[in-house]
């Protein structure tokens, strides 16, 4: 007599066989999935060294950039028009090597064989105000300017003047080592110049409002210094807000002299004499708006064209000039979909002599998915 298989046996056998099927197939496509996810890796990582070499070609196109300018007898100053600053062309321009270049996506090298494209953006730092040689009357003006109160003002101007200055001896409403070691967490004044201008957040008086701007709820919005999150410090502050930052008028790195063709309005008004409204009229003779004739200045004396004193002028050659000899390079590099963004630093002092005096990479994305 023949035994039938069971029909329950088998329902079991036919449950179990999809489970093992459905338990693969989702192992399948985590394996699939993996493999995608490093050959992508692969990929970027062969990426790495052209990556570096587009950085590289960055910064080589932008000294050649900086020294057709400097070379250029028709325009012997810097300002937002030229072509390095992304401007349409100044004087001399139009018809040189400079016409009709562009900072955006130009290629380097075959496509075909690992060729990329470089953005550039330069920023000369003679636009701003620098942080170690600058006046305890300048950085106080800016803080008027800011709305900052008197008593917050000459806390952060005493301050800022003993962290830059070892030789000065605690100021008044200023602070040293023994001040910094009472907070949690504790450190040392600096006595030395800034290397950058996020230290200001570790001087006595400088809150987070007053170094990035604005205030209020957005603030938590805003990027916060590396060294800040490591360290446990607290960006609370019940100040503000303000129209602008310390960030956006300061620079550890400059020759200290305010270049008057690049400089905003908040930067202007840290210079003797200079209040809102002739901050205005300069940047309204230089680029021709009411009634001013649209050039750049050439030389700090035209700044009585603006409503200046000739006598503030006079001091102003000290404070001034209409060169930029100090740039912040950023370079975008990209190869396919993969970018990587890169800053130089380069000091100006001839067209043959240009030095490279940092580089560094600041970001890595894989766009595109």
């Known amino acids: 007599m023949k035994l039938l298989p069971s029909n329950k046996n088998a329902g079991i056998a036919l449950i179990v066989v999809m489970i093992a099927i459905a338990g693969l197939s989702v192992l399948a496509i985590r394996f699939a999935f993996a493999m995608k996810i490093e050959t992508r890796l692969a990929i970027n990582a062969d990426s790495e060294q052209q990556m570096l070499w587009l950085g590289r070609a960055g910064v080589e196109t932008a000294r050649w ?3 057709q300018e400097l070379a250029n007898g028709s325009a012997p100053y810097d300002s937002l028009d030229q072509v390095w600053a992304g401007g349409q062309g100044g004087p001399g321009e139009t018809n040189s090597v400079l016409s009709g270049f562009s900072l955006d996506n130009i290629p380097v090298g075959d496509p075909q064989k690992g060729g990329g494209t470089i953005s550039l953006k330069i920023i000369d730092c ?3 105000v620098n942080i170690n040689t600058a006046s305890p009357m300048q950085i106080q003006q800016v803080l008027t300017v800011m709305g900052v109160s008197a008593d917050r003002s000459s806390v952060v101007v005493d301050s800022i003047e003993n962290w830059v200055n070892p030789e000065i001896a605690a100021r008044p409403a200023g602070a040293e080592s023994d001040y910094y070691q009472g907070l949690i967490p504790p450190y040392y004044a600096k006595n030395a110049p800034m290397d950058d ?7 006595k008086g400088v809150t987070w409002n ?6 209020g709820d957005d603030e938590g919005n805003q990027t916060q210094p590396v060294f800040h999150n490591k360290l446990g410090f607290s960006r609370s502050s019940d100040d503000g807000p303000y129209p602008f930052g310390l960030k956006d008028v300061f620079t550890p790195i400059s020759t200290g002299r305010i270049n ?3 400089a905003d309005a908040n930067v202007l008004q840290s210079l003797p004499g200079v209040d809102a409204q002739i901050a205005q009229d300069i940047i309204n003779q230089r680029n021709g708006l009411d009634g001013g004739d649209g050039t750049p200045y050439r030389n700090v004396g035209q700044l009585q064209a603006a409503g200046l004193n000739p006598q503030v002028v006079g001091q102003m050659n000290q404070l001034c000039d209409v060169r930029s000899h100090t740039f912040e390079v950023h370079i975008t590099a ?3 979909s993969y970018q990587r963004e890169y800053v130089a630093l380069l000091l100006r002092n001839s067209p043959s002599d240009i030095q490279v005096v940092g580089f560094y990479w600041i970001n890595k994305t894989a766009n595109g998915g």
């Open 210 to 215: 007053m170094y990035n701007g604005g205030g």
């Open 126 to 128: 003679e636009r701003m």
């Open 334 to 336: 990209q190869i396919g």
């Open 65 to 67: 950039l900086l020294a």
């Open 260 to 262: 008057i063709n690049t």
């Open 197 to 203: 201008l996020s230290e200001l957040l570790l001087v």
